[in-house]
Nanobody
Framework: QVQLVESGGGLVQPGGSLRLSCAAS????????MGWFRQAPGKQRELVAI???????NYTNSVKGRFTISRDNAKNTVYLQMNSLKPEDTAVYLC?????????WGQGTQVTVSS
């Protein structure tokens, strides 16, 4: 079983930056893929960024060039660096891990982009 704990959300002005962290309870070397999803009120949950086997990354079109997913193996942590934030980035951001044959989710962290 994998526990995921997110942190780093908050209120930021448009154009600002935040870095989200997702700490895993197991070695992330053993996790096939880790990703960040987001869900805004009244909208479907969407994949924002994913890192597969620590090397391959992919992003949804709306965040390309602004968000970067990375990982720190020593800390078993995956990060989402978010720059040039827009009001439409406002959502609950959730960390996701594909471990073995199961999918695990964190509790989510709120990101609000507003002036």
């Amino acid at each position: 079983q994998v526990q995921l704990v997110e942190s780093g959300g908050g209120l930021v002005q448009p154009g600002g930056s935040l870095r989200l962290s997702c700490a895993a309870s197991v070695s992330i070397f053993s996790i096939n893929a880790m990703g960040w999803f987001r869900q805004a009120p009244g909208k479907q949950r969407e994949l924002v960024a994913i890192i597969i086997r620590g090397t391959h990354t992919n992003y949804t079109n709306s965040v390309k060039g602004r968000f970067t997913i990375s990982r720190d193996n020593a800390k078993n942590t995956v990060y989402l660096q978010m720059n040039s934030l827009k009001p439409e980035d406002t959502a609950v951001y959730l960390c996701n891990a594909e471990y073995g044959r199961r999918t695990y989710w964190g509790q989510g962290t709120q990101v609000t982009v507003s002036s």
